[in-house]
């Protein structure tokens, strides 16, 4: 069965090198001051899609990004490894988004896009940590989901079969086609980019990208990738970045826990006691 899959993937901010320019005054993430990088858990989703298209043949492997021009980078990065292609969603309408604007402008891409049977993504990015954007993309596609998904199994009769993590242990769930499954960090790491691929589509790049990829003489090099504005995927502009984004970020900072004082304890019956005493005194349990 040849499967259509799309791989929901996002440049983040590496969230490791947050400074006082991290915020704009708008609240939002101040992207250009921060480097970025493949958010690590849609990479571990883009294998998961990698292996099926290996498991499948005459299946295909997309990947789907919103953001500014240079986030054609992430599409880049899953060609090198073996994807086939990728849609960027950039515009000025798209900036600001929180999950629902965000989760909105991926449906509508993935309607666009069509015929879709699988949409796969990491199960949270690390520049918001909230775990919504793939849930949201499938409540309102219509589609099943399953989350904390750890490895696809195997996919037959129309029929996916997901190992997923819950509290306490794993289970493993069969969910019918289409589906939308976002993956957790604790599944298989991403394959390397692959040489002949890099050589390949090094300079494939998104038409708002063009000026890097002029050579001296004037020609452009590589594979015009696809690039979608709003209007492309007929969406409604008031329910798209900033104007479709209910959630308002006050601030963001770099908080480094430090000890003010520190108690060295034995294992004696008496400062175990004494402790647990200590610690109902103050509330900090009970």
């Known amino acids: 069965m040849a499967l259509k899959i799309v791989v929901l993937a996002k440049q983040v901010p590496d969230t490791r090198n947050v400074g006082k320019d991290a915020m704009t005054a708008e609240g939002t993430v101040n992207r250009a001051a921060l480097p970025a990088i493949f958010n690590p858990e849609d990479l571990n989703a883009l294998e998961q899609a990698l292996r099926l298209k ?82 949201q993309v499938a409540q309102k596609l219509g589609l099943n989901q399953v989350t904390y998904a750890e490895e696809i199994l195997k996919i037959e009769n129309g029929k996916a079969l997901i190992r997923r993590v819950i509290d306490g242990g794993v289970e493993v769930v069969e969910a019918p086609l289409p589906v939308v499954i976002t993956v957790n960090g604790s599944a298989a790491p991403c394959r390397p980019r692959n040489a002949k691929l890099v050589m390949k589509h090094k300079w494939d790049h998104c038409p708002l990208e063009r000026e890097a990829f002029v050579s001296p003489s004037g020609d452009e090099r590589g594979v015009s990738l696809n690039q979608w504005s709003v209007a492309d995927v007929d969406g409604d502009p008031n329910q798209c ?5 209910p959630t308002k970020v006050k601030a963001v ?5 430090q000890a003010k004082e520190s108690k060295t304890l034995t294992s004696s019956d008496a400062d175990i006691e004494g402790m647990i005493q200590e610690l109902l005194n103050e509330k900090i349990i009970g």
């Open 54 to 135: 290996e498991q499948h043949p005459g299946s295909t492997v997309g990947l789907l990004t919103m953001g500014p021009p240079r986030a054609g980078e992430i599409i880049r990065q899953g060609l090198y490894r073996g994807a086939d292609t990728g849609w960027l969603l950039t515009d000025r309408l798209f900036a600001g988004a929180d999950t629902l604007a965000t989760s909105y402008a991926l449906a509508t891409a993935i309607e666009k896009i069509g015929d879709v049977d699988i949409v796969i993504g990491g199960r949270q990015a690390i520049d918001g940590d909230t775990a919504q954007v793939g849930p």
């Open 253 to 257: 900072k770099n908080i480094v826990f």
């Open 241 to 245: 970045g900033l104007s479709g984004s």
